[in-house]
């Protein structure tokens, strides 16, 4: 199994970005899901998740109410629209999943990872 994550880009401030999640298989649909992001000389933080269903999201403080969390299964594709972006945003994202419930903000709860993609945002 295994993640894409893909969407990043150069924006500037204030700008928005999508960024899209996509899995291997049809396997999505049973998994949590999670974004991270880890800017340079700086640990990996948690920015959001949604559950299995779509209907449960969480959202880190600094991104609430700039960034929402979407999922389609049926084409096995997770988003993460990005509005009001902020240089303090730039970063390498990562999709993550998890079997669990309602997946948490901590990245020991998930089982894959993505590869990442670069978002840079300017000032």
């Known amino acids: 199994v295994q993640l894409q994550a893909s969407g990043g880009g150069l924006v500037q401030a204030g700008g928005f970005l999508r960024l899209s999640c996509a899995a291997s298989?049809?396997?999505?649909?049973?998994?949590?899901m999670g974004w991270f992001r880890q800017a340079p000389g700086k640990e990996r933080e948690f920015v959001g998740s949604?559950?299995?269903?779509?209907?449960?999201?969480d959202y880190a403080d600094s991104v609430k109410g700039r960034f929402i969390i979407s999922r389609d299964n049926a084409k096995n594709t997770v988003y993460l629209q990005m509005n009001s972006l902020k240089p303090e945003d730039t970063a390498i994202y990562y999709c993550?999943?998890?079997?669990?419930?309602?997946?948490?903000?901590?990245?020991?709860?998930?089982?894959?990872w993505g590869q990442g993609t670069q978002v840079t945002v300017s000032s």
């Open positions: 298989k049809r396997f999505l649909r049973s998994y949590g």
């Open positions: 993550a999943a998890t079997l669990s419930t309602y997946p948490g903000s901590r990245g020991y709860e998930y089982d894959y």
């Open positions: 949604i559950n299995w269903s779509g209907e449960s999201t």
